[in-house]
């Protein structure tokens, strides 16, 4: 069983920036490759970033691409969204999520493993 506690969530205008944060406990952390996802009202989750076991690689949906950085720190069990250049469309609760290799690869559902509990984003225009 992991656990994923995310962090770091808040209201921000637009062209504004905030990073996310996202503790992992329980098994070994860099056994499992991470990403976020988010959902907004109405909307189905989404993938936004992954990154692989080791952070050699990294994965990204196209809206957030050159925008959104993810990272991990494995000595701190811990994985961060960087987010710049916000849009009040990046406006949704962000998911932490472990899972397979995959994830990293496709930012599949279906690698999908373990949820964090979400943590609000909100973007003003």
């Known amino acids: 069983q992991v656990q994923l506690d995310e962090s770091g969530g808040g209201l921000v205008q637009a062209g504004g920036s905030l990073r996310l944060s996202c503790a992992a406990s329980g098994r070994t952390f860099r056994a499992y490759a991470m990403g976020w996802f988010r959902q907004a009202p109405g909307k189905e989750r989404e993938f936004v970033a992954a990154?692989?076991?080791?952070?050699?690689?990294?994965y990204y949906a196209d809206s957030v691409k050159g925008r959104f950085t993810i990272s991990r720190d494995n000595a701190k069990d811990t994985v961060y969204l960087q987010m710049n250049s916000l849009r009040p469309e990046d406006t949704a609760v962000y998911y932490c999520a472990a899972g397979s290799s995959g994830l990293a690869y496709s930012g599949s559902y279906s690698t999908v493993d373990y949820w964090g509990q979400g943590t609000q984003v909100t973007v003003s225009s």
């Open positions: 990154i692989s076991r080791s952070g050699g690689i990294t």
